[in-house]
């Protein structure tokens, strides 16, 4: 193309529209501002080279934070720092939370250490805090992380911005490493519950509302509220109960497969992959395995571990990957015995709960208000004709032979705590035809099966069963179900050198939290949940 026809070209482009050009211009003025603070965060940052106290503040450098030096120096957590320690030189590192100048000579640093905060105090002292250092001090970026030396101070009055009631009387201030100027979402407005933006709204001030895609997106500030790190607390506290629940019960954690040959639940609701040119799924429960397991010779056995479900569940409950909370068992007589592990260990899970983490679920109810969960001491059983006939009583018809789905089963819920009192019960004897192929039937009626649900709040958490343990008659459920035997030969071939009655349930840990806390979203008590839109971060 020759010169004045490239001249043409480019004078034949569309100008752009002031409305384009508008948006540029904010868009420079806002990295403008963006720059500016930066440079002027990195001033403050600067060590006066004058200040005799220099080397009691600054950044550290990354030779000193590569492990550098042992050290023998004692940190004090900052949900340790109480009244106690009084005049005690401690060393504390966190998050710089809130920073507030009082004049140049004062500064008050708000440092918090997972949901605990406390306030250090930086005032201008000879030989102990210099002008320059409280500058430092309040040209910090929210969220850097800093370690502090100074002394435990307690004040006159309560403190009504940290969660400790002691104060640090800051000596040293070193920065670990400084975070973004602006963050793209602060943890304030993160950990703002409803009632208080509408509160302000009715007042006529305008809060900002956090949206859960923007928490997901910036989970790494998000978990950081008092709220998720009481959420996290407390899923951490329902796992430990539950393995030391039945560790104490005679049960033996196993850990199953995840790359199996096969669907180990039925349907289409799996992730397929290539396994060195076989054909191969991530498991959707641990199943089959842990039917082995009791195969091989384990009397009780119980795992912790990752499912997947490929399911296009786009609901409050579902997700793509979640924690198990699996259990199987021998069974002497009857399938009640699996009921009976689930009545003692919910039971035992909730008082604990109720007891170790009083703090942590206030934290919680405090951004999202929910009332406590009532249960009874012997768990709640109704069988499905029951729960079908309180439905009919209430002018609600279901299929007494299909499942219920999520209006039925809340309806029933308030049916239950209506008459009973509890909002955790068991309801059993389910029509077989919603059931996994491995379900053994009832003897009184093949219509219904040995299998039972549980629900918190209306809502369904756990499945449960006794298993098939004939090899010919697992064969012909599977195949009435739809799926190829041949992909489950070795599962089957277990139960073909002697197998014993056995049963279990499965339950997801995400849904667990999220229903005794009275959560509107699964992906709430997920780390970082994968759903059908969700793969990172």
Known sequence: MSSEESM??????????KKELAKLERQRKRQEAAAASATAAAASLSISADDPLAASYGEIPLNDLQSKDLSSALWTPVKDLTCELKDTPVLIQGHAQAIRAVGKKMAFLVVREECF???????????????????????????????IEGIVSVPSQPITGASQQVEIQVRKLYCVNKAVPILPINIEDAARSEAEIEKALQAGEQLVRVNQDTRLNYRVLDLRTPANQGIFTVQCEVEEIFRQYLLSNGFRGIHTPKLIAGSSEGGAAVFRLDYKGTPACLAQSPQLHKQMAICGGF????????????????????????IGLDVEMRIKKHYSEVMDIVDGLFVKMFDTLNEKCAKELEAINKQYPFEKLKYLRKTLRLTFEEGVHM??????????????????????????????????????????????FYTM?????????????????GEEIISGAQRIHLPEFLTERAQACGI??????????AFRYGAPTHGGFGVGLERVVMLFCALNNIRKTSLFPRDPQRITP
């Open 8 to 17: 043409n070209a480019a004078a034949d482009e569309k100008k752009p529209s």
């Open 117 to 147: 905060t406390v306030q250090c105090v930086l005032t201008v002292a000879p030989d102990l805090v210099s002008p320059q250092m409280v500058k430092f001090a309040t040209g910090l970026s929210r969220e850097s992380i800093v370690d």
């Open 299 to 322: 009397n009780r056995v119980f795992e912790i571990g990752a499912v997947y479900r490929a399911e296009d569940s786009f609901t409050h409950r579902h997700l793509c990957e979640f």
């Open 391 to 436: 439905l009919k009583e209430a002018g609600i018809e279901v299929d007494p032979f299909g499942d219920l789905n999520t209006e039925t089963e809340r309806k029933l819920g308030q049916l239950v705590l209506e008459k009973y009192g509890t909002e955790f019960y068991i309801l059993h004897r389910y029509p077989l035809a919603v059931r996994p």
């Open 441 to 457: 039937p009832c003897h009184d009626n093949s219509k219904y099966s040995n299998s039972f649900d549980v629900f918190i709040r």
């Open 484 to 493: 190829d035997v041949s992909t489950i030969s070795t599962y089957i071939d």
